[in-house]
């Protein structure tokens, strides 16, 4: 079973209690450990475990679930010992176990949400969150803001308040010596747009030398080539490194962030006006827009052909992103005055909608919390509402995580919520 795997069957499955005498064999004690685990009994199951270690060391269930009720009980310094045993007999000693406390480049400036842009020296970088490592600490709000408990060499492995990680670090791959930029290594559209490309105005604000390089992913999709080549980013500037990677760094520049914070603004101006030969003016916005998501394997809406065909009496028009070139997701964008859409990565381009646009994001339980295209729309003074669709679809079971969940969009209350905040659209039809 996968690390991540085992993790997160651990943590569900919690702890468990004080043992009851009988025969101190391996597999009575084993069998005890699962039925206290299984009551939930917390302090029985750490006697358990440490009872099975005494008389197997090496006992790969007894580590880890002793290791898990420690760091569950905010004992992370006291449960790494026990996760290094187990991460070392199942990699062959190929990776180090070691505790790390998220901390922050600038936590005055973070606090009040400016952007800025951190150095750090002699660090070691990790290439799929773009996490770096100094010491004791670990980055990963400034650099991609990602949730770092569900990296693969975390896997939950996260103290009750947050602070602590316990993670396996492979041996270091790679040294790059030169300084360079942390762009990041995000190839998800709308992260990529959010997370990597609104950094470039942090750099410029911060007046930044442009010859550095800097560091992305190396297996550019054709979007990403597209967008560097309209901000003005020359092939030759790239540091690409494959996902996966440990990399040593003798200096790095890390430009905070922008994504969901409130200087989000900042980045996106930035953004819009480099590519503002492709935007209509805003006072030609006139288009009603549907974006579909039908490219997309990723929470399927089940009858958006229902929803379609209800918006097309009203005058919207169809795109589907996900199949058209940037400058066209650009160009439909910057000409729409009313946009529905499920969420995902198409309502990015919110961000060359005009202001006043009127943005109607249909969600799912699994993805109303997540705040970017609101952040976005406030940050342009777009109105934006957001519909919850609470009638799950076919792959809505346990083993799936509700983000991930298909849907059934709720037509009625679609075109209701229209009417309410775009009356005219029902009037004069």
């Not at 005890?32 to 269930?61: F, K, Q, S, V």
């Not at 800025?116 to 660090?123: C, H, I, T």
């Not at 209800?310 to 795109?319: D, E, I, M, Q, V």
């Amino acid at each position: 079973m996968k690390l991540g795997k085992i993790i997160g069957a651990a943590a569900r499955r919690a702890v468990g209690g004080r043992p009851k005498g009988g025969a101190d064999d391996l597999a009575a004690l084993d069998a005890r450990l699962t039925a206290a685990l299984e009551r939930g009994e917390g302090d029985d199951a750490r006697t358990i475990c440490a009872r099975i270690l005494e008389l197997a060391p090496d006992h790969p269930r007894a580590l880890w679930g002793l290791a898990v009720l420690l760091l569950q009980a905010g004992e992370a310094e006291a449960a790494v010992p026990h996760f290094a045993r187990f991460d070392a007999a199942q990699s062959g000693g190929r990776v180090t176990t070691r505790r790390y406390c998220s901390a922050l480049m600038d936590p005055e400036r973070h606090a009040r949400g400016e952007p800025y842009v951190g150095w750090r020296e002699s660090v070691l970088l990790e290439t799929n969150h773009c996490a770096i490592f100094a010491g004791d600490d670990v980055y990963f709000r400034e650099t991609q803001d990602r949730t770092f408990a569900n990296h693969p060499w975390v896997g939950g492995r996260v103290s009750p308040d947050g602070r602590d990680f316990v993670v396996s670090l492979p041996p270091v791959d790679r040294v790059i010596a030169e300084p360079f930029i942390l762009l990041g290594t995000d190839e998800n559209f709308s992260h990529w747009l959010e997370r990597n490309l609104l950094k470039f105005a942090v750099l410029e604000a911060h007046g930044i030398d442009d010859s550095l390089p800097l560091l992305i992913n190396d297996d550019l999709h054709s979007y990403q080539r597209e967008y560097l080549r309209l901000v003005g980013v020359p092939p030759e500037r790239l540091l690409p490194v494959p996902r996966g990677l440990v990399v040593s760094c003798r200096k790095v520049a890390v430009p905070v962030c922008l994504r969901n914070r409130p200087r989000m603004r900042l980045g996106i101006d930035w953004l819009r006006a480099r590519v503002t030969d492709h935007m209509s003016p805003p006072a030609l916005a006139r288009d009603l827009v549907f974006v579909s998501r039908r490219d997309s394997s990723l929470r399927v809406m089940h009858n958006e052909a229902e929803l379609e065909q209800a918006l097309k009496s009203l005058g919207f028009t169809t795109f589907v992103a996900g199949e058209a070139p940037v400058t066209e997701q650009i160009r439909v964008f910057s000409r729409a005055r009313v946009i529905v859409g499920a969420h995902g990565a198409g309502l990015t381009n919110l961000i060359f909608a005009p202001p006043g646009a009127f943005v109607l994001e249909i969600a799912t339980p699994g993805s109303a919390g997540m705040e970017e295209f609101r952040f976005i729309a406030g940050a342009l003074g777009q109105r934006i509402v957001t519909l919850v669709a609470a009638r799950p679809g076919d792959n809505a079971r346990p083993d799936v995580i509700p983000l991930k969940w298909n849907f059934y969009a709720d037509v009625p209350q679609v075109l209701a919520a229209l009417r309410d905040n775009v009356p005219e659209l029902i009037a004069r039809r």
